[in-house]
């Protein structure tokens, strides 16, 4: 019996329910069938959202603000929905299901945007004028295929990108101590197969967008998932399959519910008298924090029914359950001072192509695509990366005896970065709009693209810290039970990153502007102050970098106090012998 077991998988099945074997099941080459899923992935996200803004401006004649607001609301809503798809793939669909079907919805969004940038019904009639104003902007009907085809793609990237890693993890034992060292390779390899999809998308693909046609462009987005979605179903024998265990957020709404429906029950003075009813092994212990979700765990006579102990987990949660919440609760300070980033990230792929598109982009007889410019973003990602595995790593272990920055320290660097690339945006503005008010009926300036090198470089730097320090620090600070949740609570800061975005330049726009004053931000980015409004975002992120310092503070300070380790499990029959 025992030697069955070990030629199985404990948690996990193949594809016909059956114990999944590790000799035919599972290992690299399967996990490696669903990287070219999230290749394609990147490549239809990124291509579209780095070079949309042009798209918007210069076929459908939107003016500059509401361009922007266009593409940072598709992905925050691609961010969003990855919720969504966390939740589906944990208490329904499992991984597998929810990554074939969200690849065909992402599939189909591609292929009708392709379709919508083809057809001239689809467009507004071509405009000579620089000044959008005279120009005919996209009706209603027009807008609403380009937005159902966004929004399409938006909801494949939210079910994909929440379940292609997770999914490629389920193909190790981490029991196991050879696939657990595949599974570590498997995740270094995941973040390159991303910056390639996205190297690729800002390259190539723009190129393609801008060179041969939009309609070419998404097309080949399209054809490559249909090719990645039937590599991924290759492996359908070979894949192991984890049953679906049920949404921490679930968990979450069961201890607020039972903690609100005995606000008015009195703690215990012994904590060894609330409810617990998990192995030793699995607990997590009592701590005076938020002391007001205890009650949840305390005992009363509604928890007893004709005489017997009847436990509903909505109205009586474990001291462990309790204490998953407050561990994620503790996350929250953090989780908010890292939205800020995401703010500062969305001009990369919105404004800056803007100001690009008026610049000279020249190299001789070819001209760099205005979208394309994130490729200095993308190596400063890389570089940053590089340089902190190969020099700083080293040097902290030399010098400290320790691998590296916390991850606290990871974000904090990447905070401080692109406030210093917001501010050399505002810097670089200035100079571009003194040169616009020269030439102001030229629509190429005389001033090199160059110019916006160093605020894409500071901000892909930024994000290369930022994004491992939040990655590490969301898996690791969190509850074994909500490693899920987790992912997705920091998935959630790109996605109000960019939804303040769209805020933040509707108010500005609003505030600025009038019927007869452009403003900071308006029809045409020569005509107004951006400027300042970079200025506005600089001053925002160093002051929540100051924020994020007192969080850091207090999250690190905080003292865990530990209960005794008691068992705390409600054996009794009757409401008499509890008393």
């Known amino acids: 019996m025992d030697e069955k077991m070990s030629l199985t998988v404990a948690d996990a099945v193949d594809y016909k329910g059956h114990p999944a074997d590790k000799s035919r099941t599972g290992g690299w080459v399967p996990a490696a069938l669903s990287l070219g899923i999230e290749i394609c992935e990147r490549l239809s996200t990124m291509g579209i959202a780095v070079n949309l803004v042009t798209y918007l401006g210069g076929t459908m004649h939107l003016p500059s603000a509401t361009s922007a607001n266009v593409v940072t609301d598709f992905m925050g809503t691609s961010f969003l929905l990855c919720l969504l798809g966390g939740f589906l793939a944990d208490s329904y669909l499992g991984r597998y299901l929810t990554i074939a079907i969200f690849a065909m919805v992402q599939m189909l969004g591609t292929c009708l945007l392709a379709v919508s940038t083809k057809l001239p019904q689809l467009r507004p009639p071509p405009c000579k004028y620089t000044n959008l104003t005279q120009c005919e902007q996209a009706n209603s009907f027009q807008m609403g295929i380009l937005y159902l085809s966004l929004y399409l793609i938006a909801l494949g990237t939210g079910g994909l990108k929440s379940s292609v890693s997770g999914f490629g993890t389920d193909q190790f034992d981490e029991k196991n101590e050879k696939e657990k060292a595949q599974m570590a390779y498997f995740f270094n390899r995941f973040f390159f197969v991303i910056s390639t999809g996205t190297l690729m998308a800002v390259t190539v693909l723009v190129y393609i967008q801008d060179e041969v046609g939009r309609s070419w462009g998404y097309g080949i987005c399209s054809a490559s998932m249909f090719i990645a979605l039937m590599i991924f179903f290759s492996g359908t024998k070979r894949y192991r399959y984890k049953k679906c265990s049920g949404s921490p957020i679930v968990h979450i709404c069961q201890v607020v519910s039972a903690a609100s ?127 902190y595995d190969r020099f700083i790593i080293p040097l902290c272990k030399k010098w400290r005896g320790e691998p590296g920055f916390t991850n606290l320290q990871l974000i904090g660097i990447g905070l401080f970065l692109s406030a210093m690339g917001m501010a050399a945006a505002a810097v670089v503005e200035v100079k571009r709009l003194s040169v616009a008010k020269k030439y102001n009926e030229t629509t190429t300036l005389p001033i090199t693209v160059f110019y916006l090198i160093p605020q894409f470089f500071l901000v892909g730097a930024g994000e290369g810290f930022i994004y491992t320090g939040q990655l590490d620090f969301f898996i690791t600070q969190s509850p074994k039970g909500m490693k899920t949740m987790s992912t997705g609570l920091f998935l959630t800061t790109l996605s109000l990153g960019f939804f303040f975005s769209s805020l933040l330049v509707s108010i500005v726009k609003a505030t600025t502007g009038s019927s007869d004053k452009q403003g900071w931000l308006g029809e045409h980015i020569n005509k107004g102050r951006l400027d300042c409004f970079y200025g506005l975002l600089a001053a925002l992120s160093f002051f929540n970098f100051g924020l994020f310092l007192l969080s850091a503070a207090w999250f690190r300070k905080k003292t865990v106090k530990q209960a005794p380790e008691t068992e705390i499990i409600v054996k009794e029959s009757t409401i008499e012998e509890k008393c």
């Open 261 to 387: 429906g005995k606000k008015t029950a009195k703690l215990p003075s012994d904590i060894s008298l609330l409810y617990e009813d998990l192995p030793e092994a699995s607990r997590i212990h009592h701590t005076d924090q938020f002391r007001f979700l205890d009650k949840a765990s305390v005992v009363t006579e509604d928890d007893y029914r004709q005489g017997s102990f009847m436990m509903n987990p909505w109205k009586l949660c474990a001291v462990t359950r309790v204490e998953e919440v407050k561990k994620m609760i503790r996350l929250l300070p953090i989780w908010a001072t890292t939205i800020i980033f995401w703010t500062t990230y969305a001009q990369m792929i919105t404004f800056s192509v803007e100001q690009a598109t008026t610049m000279e982009r020249t190299i001789g007889h070819f001209q760099i695509p205005a979208g394309s410019l994130t490729v200095f973003f993308v190596g400063a990602i890389l570089i940053s990366l590089a340089v």
